[in-house]
């Protein structure tokens, strides 16, 4: 069965896919996710029409509300840093393809990700841009019928194809803002959706030095405004309870010892001790080795070679042996 349902948002990405997979044999169909706007759909029509394959349109904007963006803003009140994309994969993206596929007799599915899989198991993309930290939580049913015609190549031998297949789209922008918030404001966004977080104090080692605008305003690692004795300071804590944000000196944002819970095993659950290597946030270079163990209640606690700056409460700590992603979960 040759027959592809291609996630089709109009970009570079899914229509040098689109064609690659054509060239490669496979009936292609486009499913677009539409949680945007009438342009942005428009143009994903005019696209595919230029390539020539048929294309669905299926409304996500309810699904999106209560499986990502409801968990994006509750993150938030919590003193989290949330990565929407990683929760949007599994329950959303690639969950809605394959249903479509069933519906249409597809036994693929195919994405414009920069990540490779093979043999059912899923590995990274080309070093410079790499996106299987952002696939971690993907579904073992979803990958087992995944296609990733990109994972091998970089950015601009993608622009390059786009070029030599006339695309129209070959020098199109990306889109690297929260799909939910094009205007990229999501303090905006959240006000716009619930009661913000009051201003409150802001700690140095346990000495009140300062307000807050408002915990929703900061991140784990992100430098605080000012100077303390001289020196800049980072926010190493956000307490949500207490409406409190914890300073630091930069040097005291790196741990060794990280805790993950709601792992997400995209391999056989270890039964003891394993050694891998780490990514705490979607970088390129930041990838220490170190060990994981499964504690008694599931938490998964990570030790690191060398120390990782700043893991962030909410966001995700992925697991790879060599080049293939172990795994992933919610840093705690």
Request: net charge neutral; hydrophobic share 40%; proline share 5%.
């Amino acid at each position: 069965m040759n027959k592809v349902v291609l996630g089709f948002s109009g970009g570079v990405d899914s229509a040098v896919c689109a064609v690659l997979l054509r060239n490669a044999g496979y009936d292609v169909i486009g499913l677009y996710l539409d949680n945007t706007d009438a342009a942005a759909r428009q143009s994903a029509e005019n696209t595919a029409s230029y390539i020539g394959i048929p294309l669905e349109i299926l409304d996500v904007r309810q699904e999106l509300e209560e499986k990502v963006c409801l968990a994006f803003q509750q993150a938030y009140l919590r003193g989290e840093t949330p990565n929407p994309c990683i929760l949007c994969n599994p329950a959303m993206k690639f969950k809605n393809l394959l249903a479509f596929a069933d519906k249409a007799g597809a036994g693929y599915i195919a994405t414009g990700h920069y990540a490779r899989v093979a043999n059912g198991c899923l590995y990274k993309g080309h070093p410079e841009n790499d996106q299987s930290y952002m696939l971690c939580r993907i579904r073992r049913e979803q990958l087992d019928h995944l296609l990733l015609p990109l994972g091998s190549f970089s950015k601009r031998e993608v622009r390059s194809m786009a070029e030599t297949f006339s695309l129209p789209v070959a020098h199109k922008p990306d889109s690297m803002e929260i799909c939910f918030i094009p205007d990229k404001d999501y303090i905006g966004w959240l006000s716009r959706r619930t009661v913000l977080p009051p201003p409150g104090k802001v700690l140095l080692h346990g000495q009140e030095v300062g307000t807050h605008r408002g915990i929703v305003c900061y991140t784990v690692g992100q430098r605080f405004p000012g100077l303390i004795d001289g020196r800049k300071v980072y926010i190493s804590r956000i307490d949500a309870r207490e409406n409190i944000i914890e300073l630091s000196w930069w040097e005291e944002l790196f741990h060794k010892e990280i805790l993950v819970r709601e792992f997400h095993w995209l391999c056989n659950t270890p039964k003891a001790k394993i050694s891998a290597t780490v990514r705490v946030r979607h970088t390129k270079w930041e990838n220490p080795a170190c060990t994981a163990s499964i504690l008694d209640d599931g938490t998964v606690r990570i030790r690191c070679e060398e120390p990782v700056r700043a893991p962030a409460p909410g966001q995700s700590a992925v697991l790879y042996l060599k080049d293939r992603v172990l795994g992933g979960g919610y840093i705690l």
